[in-house]
Nanobody, 121 residues
Framework: QVQLVESGGGLVQPGGSLRLSCAAS????????MGWYRQAPGKQRELVAQ???????IYVDSVKGRFTISRDNANNTVYLQMNSLKPEDTAVYYC???????????????WGQGTQVTVSS
């Protein structure tokens, strides 16, 4: 019903920048929440940033002032601009969208496939 495609990960030096994108397609009626999570080796998946359809923003403390989440409602896409990257930002990043499909009567969470971000010199 709903598919998510992520792009934009890669290898970057400390202090560098990357921009992640997550595009949703399919039978989408409404998207309530768009978010980015990450999971580093040996650690639990954590919420990095989230934006609601009312533009309410949430950031984990460790990325405040460095990362910016934004959404393009017309194209059902969410972005994560990551600046001043640190080695501790290294992880697989996943987008998660809370979506109501036309064929469904409730919101469900859909996950992207994950994209690797590696910050290393």
């Amino acid at each position: 019903q709903v598919q998510l495609v992520e792009s934009g990960g890669g290898l970057v030096q400390p202090g560098g920048s990357l921009r992640l994108s997550c595009a949703a397609s399919g039978s989408i009626f409404s998207i309530a929440v768009m978010g980015w999570y990450r999971q580093a080796p040996g650690k639990q998946r954590e919420l990095v940033a989230q934006i609601t359809n009312g533009d309410r923003l949430i950031y984990v403390d460790s990325v405040k002032g460095r990362f910016t989440i934004s959404r393009d409602n017309a194209n059902n896409t969410v972005y994560l601009q990551m600046n001043s990257l640190k080695p501790e930002d290294t992880a697989v990043y996943y987008c998660c969208l809370t979506v109501a499909a036309y064929s469904d009567n409730r919101f469900r969470n859909y996950w992207g496939q994950g994209t690797q971000v590696t910050v290393s010199s």
